[in-house]
């Protein structure tokens, strides 16, 4: 064998081999691979089936088809290795991908094939191995996520879909990394919301414009752990996309403190262009609301909306808004602070700006509703200082009760105004006539009363003396002998009733020393006295005192 190799007598080499023989014809083989007679060692290792070897000595003999097959049959991963780079050296880009497809499956000689064929510069075939490989049953996660890796480096049109179609069969993590050192926002952004960092995604789409979206950042905000984050996407929505603000906070609504929201955005001066949200919530009545809301009404100028504001929602600080409307160049303003301070019981306050823009008729109105005889008293006293008798007139009707006669008399009468006042006076006049007939039908009703009374008691004593006595039986001891005393019998009435005598009820009606009313027995109370006249005495009429301080008449 030896000898016909050394000659290069192939034919007759081959023709000896399949003969029968002893001879070593792997170590012969061997030996022509060592001294670079690959077409002998062919021949030698395919007649002991020596595949990996024989792949070997077909790919330096540039057979590489056929050491493809070799290494099938050898199906071993060291010669899929060998002959895969190979077929890459000699550009044979399809037969090495066969090979590659038998080395991918294997997760810890990856990292090895990718570097041979990034290191050729052959980036598209090793895709295009990836791509292919997707498909086999031994396919691993190193497969998709280092295919992912290729996508970021050279085709990044590719990454998203990728990332998308088997993000579950992804190394997260390592793609986050390279995502993030390649500056694919987006990607980084899809791949945070699916490994449940929100926050992180969140941070991403403020920090990137390019990885933001509108319909994504809202369906990612309100999963934030972090709240701090609610309040700075909404400073991030007001410098960068203040149209949209409103949609934001509106999702956000449930999660984040109106009252510091209003004060976040207030600093900004940027409360207008969250307006609809704060009338979205108003209906909360919070505080911090209301009052901004209040503020943009008055830079509108809309008193209208501002007065029903004030009237259907109450948690504001009322005075802090009276103070500051009451120096309002419009009028209807400081009318609405002269309100203000009429609901907190501020009567004078609101008094003195209504007398100040001339709104007497809110004067009257406040004045009568505070109840206070001294603020009635004033403003009267103002309209008469003004020689105003028609608002003179109104006051004396709505302010009524608040106000002396005497007084009004007064002032009327030392300032012309006895006519305007003349009204006043008729109705003082017909409440006393009117209290007057209800005190004497009171006195009426009394005295009926104290008459039926009367008549009562006499009908019982005169059934108390018609009663018969049943004497008592006594037995007395019997005497000692001898001459017999005076002595009582021995059967007595003890205690004989007296005869008694039936006296009429008195009763006056007059004025007292100190007031006025009903008293009985005849004491030193006043008003109506009742008493009894002597034992069996006729009632005897007179005119005088009826009670020891009592005038007036009485029986």
């Known amino acids: 064998i030896n000898a016909e190799y050394g000659i290069n007598q192939l034919a007759d080499l081959e023709e000896f081999i399949t003969s029968p023989n002893c001879a070593q014809i792997q170590n012969v083989g061997d030996r022509c691979f060592n001294e670079g007679m690959y077409e002998a060692a062919k021949l030698l290792y395919n007649n002991v089936s020596n595949f990996s070897r024989l792949a070997s000595s077909l790919v ?52 090895e094939l990718m570097d041979h064929y990034e290191r050729r510069g052959c980036s598209d075939e090793l895709i295009a191995l990836l791509e292919s490989g997707l498909g086999l049953e031994r396919a691993h996660v190193g497969m998709f996520t280092e ?28 793609l986050l990394r390279i995502c993030t050192k390649n500056h694919q926002w987006k990607e980084l952004t899809f791949l945070y919301i699916f490994y449940d960092e929100h926050d992180n995604a969140i941070q991403t789409m403020m920090s990137h414009a390019l990885a933001w979206d509108h319909s994504l950042f809202r369906d990612v905000i309100i999963k934030v752990a972090n709240t701090e984050i609610l309040y700075k996407s909404v400073t991030f929505y007001l410098e960068e996309h203040p149209t949209l603000v409103v949609d934001l906070l509106k999702t956000i609504t449930s999660r984040v403190d109106a009252t510091r929201l209003v004060s976040l955005v207030g600093k900004k001066n940027d409360l207008p262009l969250i307006r609809p949200y704060l009338l979205s919530i108003q209906d909360q009545d919070i505080s911090a609301v209301n009052e901004a809301i209040h503020q943009l009404y008055i830079e509108e100028s809309d008193y209208e909306t501002l007065r029903n504001s004030l009237d259907t929602y109450h948690n504001y600080d009322s005075l802090s808004l009276a103070k500051q409307l009451e120096s309002h160049e419009l009028l209807e303003f400081r009318r609405i602070a002269a309100y203000l301070y009429q609901k907190n019981g501020h009567w004078a306050q609101s008094v003195r700006l209504s007398k100040q823009d001339k709104l007497y008729r809110d004067a009257i109105t406040t004045t009568a509703k505070s109840k206070q005889p001294e603020v ?10 003004q020689g105003n008798k028609e608002c003179f007139a109104a006051c004396l009707y709505s302010c009524y009760s608040l106000l002396q006669p005497d007084l009004v008399l007064e002032l009327a009468w030392r300032n012309g105004m006895t006519d305007f006042a003349m009204p006043f006076f008729i109705q003082v006049t017909r409440d006393l006539h009117h209290k007057v007939d209800q005190l004497s039908e009171a006195v009426a009703t009394l005295t009926t009363q104290s008459q039926s009374k009367s008549a009562e008691g006499a009908v019982q004593t005169t059934e108390s003396q018609s009663t018969p006595v049943t004497p008592t039986l006594q037995t007395q001891a019997f005497p000692t002998p001898g001459p017999l005393p005076d002595q009582t019998p021995a059967y007595y009435l003890p205690n004989p009733v007296q005869p008694m005598g039936m006296g009429m009820m008195g009763m006056g009606l007059g004025r007292a020393v100190n007031s006025t009313g009903f008293g009985s027995g005849g ?32 029986f």
């Not at 899929?80 to 890459?88: P, S």
């Not at 005897?540 to 009485?554: L, T, V």
């Open 60 to 111: 330096r003999l540039g057979q590489y088809a056929a050491a493809v097959d070799a290494a099938r049959k050898a199906s071993n991963t060291r010669t899929w290795k060998e002959v895969n780079i190979a077929c890459l050296d000699a550009k044979e880009y399809r037969l090495a991908q066969r090979c590659g497809l038998h080395i991918v499956i294997h997760g810890d000689e990856l990292e």
């Open 147 to 174: 295919l992912g890796v290729l996508y970021s480096k050279y085709n990044e049109e590719k990454l998203m879909p990728h990332l998308k179609e088997h993000s579950s069969r992804l190394n997260i993590p390592k």
């Open 376 to 385: 009635a008293t004033e403003l009267l006293e103002f309209f008469v200082e």
């Open 523 to 554: 004491l030193t109370s006043s008003g109506l006295g009742v008493g009894a006249l002597p034992a069996g005495s006729l009632p005897q009429a007179a005119y005088g005192q009826a009670a020891s301080s009592f005038d007036g008449f009485g």
